[in-house]
């Protein structure tokens, strides 16, 4: 099973010679060529390893981010799992233009999305294949390097206000030819090939999204999901982050998991659970990976002795609720390979969980310093903190018992 995830993007420049988007590229492995065999997984993987492993923040630097779809993801409600605000969708050239999916593109666009056409080509019928789709989408990727019939199409694109990309530019006589046709945005080799990014790779378990996904589908309570949630640091983070894309809500104010789910509502979060099931490969063994799994307990146990301390201090319900998350996703650095610094870019939470995550500070802060000196076996540390919290070591000592008793149940 390969351990790691990559992705590719490549520049699309303006003519002023600025970056205007960036292209997402699907990639298996760290080789800059890649044959896709399922559109559908592509995209998926494209989307999940951009959003769930890599940052968008990092991959496109708030500029658009062209993903390649098909017809096939354009209908079905995973494309409501892509951010009009942050994606352009790029249909497919191979894609089967029918009215049933103009009239789906025209909807989307009522909802906010983008849409471009990759590509025109010589061997394309082009004015005749797509001229459903003139009248919806916003660009057309043109290679003019590779055809010498796209005169006529270029007059009919700009009849429709479509701007052009012009693709596949390898030299710079390809691109004055491209400057002297008056064409709006650059891409191909003479500027940049696409780089290359990846991270080690913690997929969950595809039994396990297809569990939450039935437990939607068939309305079990809150409780049920919240406690799938409270169990995985790796979907909790991600959850996060997918909300920072889709949710207009005021910075740092998610103070718990129960928020989060609030929030992204159960239809929004059956989306987001069905493409990582898409981005799986299906051919792929499921495996434990012990060290993921040690983590994730880890994870989970602080969660619950943090959530138990803060119970014993009296802090605020909604404090015990974001003691919780702190506990939860105090393991991220580690289990993501990332700084909080990073993470806390791509996620909205609560100003006490990021100050105990970022600089240890404030009343939850206090509660991770005391978890972690336990873990380390620091008796001095454990004697000064559980002396600023107001509570002595029998106190503490109830506090773990109860927090190993519910680990185990977990």
Known sequence: MELSVYIARQPIYDRDGNVYAYELLYRDTQENYVKVNDNMHATARVLVNALNYIGLQTLTEGKPAFIKVDDKAILDDIIFSISPNHFVIEILEDTLISAILVKRIEFLITRGYRFALNHYASKNNFLLTYHLLLGVIEFVKVDIVNSDDYEKVITKLRAHDIKIITEKLESREDYNKAISLGFEYFQGYYFSQPDIFSKERIDPLTSQLLEIIYLLKTDASFEKLLDVFNASPYLTLNLLKFIHLHEHIETNKVSSIE???????????????????????????????????????????????????????????????????????????????SGFNELLQEIQVDKNVDEALHTKTGKLGELLQ?????????????????????INQKELNECMMISYQKAAQH
């Not at 979060?269 to 040690?294: G, R």
């Not at 969660?303 to 404090?319: C, F, Y």
């Not at 005391?370 to 004697?383: F, G, K, P, S």
């Open 259 to 337: 928020q989060a789910l609030v929030l992204i509502g159960r239809e929004r979060l059956l989306h987001w659970l069905e493409l990582m099931v898409y981005a799986n490969n299906e051919n792929e063994e499921e495996e434990d990976d012990n060290f993921s799994k040690q983590l994730t307990s880890q994870a989970k146990h602080r969660a619950i002795l943090m959530e138990g301390l803060a119970k014993r201090i009296a802090l605020s319900v909604t404090l015990q609720h974001s003691a919780y998350m702190t506990g939860l996703l105090s393991m991220s650095e580690v289990i993501f390979q």
């Open 370 to 390: 005391l978890i972690i000196a336990i873990e380390h076996d620091n008796l001095q540390q454990v004697t000064a903190i559980i002396a600023q919290l107001g």
